[in-house]
């Protein structure tokens, strides 16, 4: 019955003027924003956009090159040119981290020498493990130079609103924040809203941009969801996030007692100013246990589903509906993974060793000609040297260890199949077998 299409009381998502315009409203108020747009397609329509209301066909951007899938796929979509920066990575747990303020602004040097200017710049902040980068200082970078900075906030809706957590990337300088709120926050899956902060970026062509890339059927029911979150923030912003946060330490202080566990800290990344209290990702390297094989334990014994899985390690988040008894769950299973691997005496194995999936990438065509170009079929075994055709992506979290247009090395292929020998999903893969891959006729 809630289900309705629609109706003149209910107003229209592309040119409000009635209940969703006054959503919205309070929205930009509670986050910081000069405007809020509510969205139905998830964080990835919003990076869509984002890229498509500040880069033309041709324009240079300058991104992580671990960015979300959302991201290449806007690529793709707007014809704009990737500068890659290549994250700071810890082999030891296979994370990266962010992007730090001197990297964007050599890599707007860079392109200054080769006499272009870059019309954006992406950083993703926080990362799926909860890494900041300084965004206070990348934007002022960008500022100077008269460019707009849009953030992948996907995981940090909940950033800001107390002394605990991260700033938010509006109260940092971002021009553009994306955030799904139906992660940390409330929202129904699938709704996130878009931020817009300063003059730099045209508000316009925005609009079109979403209007563009979103149904013109949208949910009502997600819409509304994306209200009550921000209703439920509004109610107690200061300290909603408190128990939670408790919770999260807990959870932590209990964990460090394990033996053969190691947690996550902000000190393993120290180029960047913050890691989300929120989150929590636990290796198992001491045990010789990938996450993978961790994860399966933890699922079968204890029937709880970690939000990340990795190579090294498995990531879990600590939300408004987490209680003390799910804490202790999580320990328990925890505890039991360690003493499932000293029944087995697999301590200090020896375990596959790991190096950073792009750490040299090569790139003959940008991701759009390449989506467009001819393709033939290769056996994976043939394919080193060849350009990849192909948006290649363990999910989660979504990074693609392959992007079309890039030149297939070696390092890439070994670790895409390591991935799937522990047992990620792969997505993108027209050969879900991967024996063979799409390469480009060049």
């Not at 299409?5 to 959503?23: K, S």
């Not at 045209?202 to 149904?215: A, G, I």
């Not at 990531?315 to 209680?323: A, E, S």
């Not at 003390?324 to 000293?342: H, Y």
């Amino acid at each position: 019955m809630h289900d309705l299409p629609e109706l003149p009381e209910l107003d229209n998502l592309f040119c409000p003027e009635g209940p969703i315009l006054e959503a919205q409203q309070q929205a930009a108020k509670l986050f910081g924003a000069s405007e809020t747009w509510f969205l139905v397609g998830g964080t990835t329509c919003g990076i869509q956009a984002a890229i498509m209301a500040t880069c033309s066909p041709g324009d240079h951007i300058i991104l992580p090159r671990n960015s979300h899938i959302s991201v290449i796929s806007a690529l793709v979509i707007s014809g704009a040119i990737p500068k890659y920066i290549m994250p700071e990575y810890d082999s030891n747990w296979d994370i990266a981290g962010g992007v730090t303020p001197s990297q964007v602004d050599r890599a707007i040097e860079d392109l200054e020498m080769e006499g272009q200017k870059a019309s954006a710049v992406l950083v993703t902040s926080p990362t799926y493990h909860g890494i900041c980068s300084d965004l206070r200082e990348i934007s002022q970078i960008c500022h100077a130079k008269g460019i707009p900075l849009i953030v992948d906030e996907a995981h940090g809706a909940h950033f800001g609103f107390q002394p605990q957590l991260p700033l938010s990337a509006l109260q940092q300088g971002a021009d553009l924040a994306v955030q799904s709120t139906h992660k940390v926050l409330c929202s129904l899956t699938q709704s996130s809203m878009l931020h817009m902060s300063g003059n730099i970026i045209d508000r316009e062509m925005v609009c079109r941009c979403l209007q563009t890339l979103q149904s013109t059927s949208p949910s009502y029911l997600l819409l509304a969801s994306l209200d009550a979150a921000r209703a439920q923030l509004s109610d107690n912003p200061d300290k909603i996030f408190n128990r939670a946060i408790d919770l999260a330490y807990q959870a932590k202080s209990k964990i460090n007692k394990i033996s053969g566990i190691s947690i996550l800290e902000f000190p393993m990344f120290s180029n960047f100013p913050a890691i989300d209290p929120l989150r929590l990702t636990i290796g198992f390297q001491q045990l010789g246990l990938s996450g993978y094989e961790a994860d399966e334990t933890i699922y079968k014994n204890h029937n709880i589903v970690c939000e990340l899985v990795g190579n090294q390690s498995i990531t879990f988040v600590i939300n408004l509906g987490t209680c003390e008894d799910d804490i202790e769950r999580l320990v328990s299973g925890i505890d039991d993974v360690s003493s499932f691997a000293s029944i087995l005496r697999i301590e200090g194995r020896s375990k596959f060793s790991v190096s950073a999936p792009f750490p040299d990438v090569k790139t003959s065509l940008n991701p759009r000609d390449a989506f467009f170009s001819k393709k033939r079929r290769e056996n994976i075994k043939e394919c080193v040297g060849k350009v990849c055709g192909e948006l290649i992506c363990p999910y989660p979290p979504g990074i693609p260890v392959m992007i079309p247009g890039e030149i297939i090395s070696e390092e890439v292929l070994d670790y895409l199949l390591h991935l799937k020998s522990k047992g990620a999903s792969i997505s993108g893969a027209s050969d879900p077998k991967l024996s063979s891959l799409l390469v480009c006729n060049v």
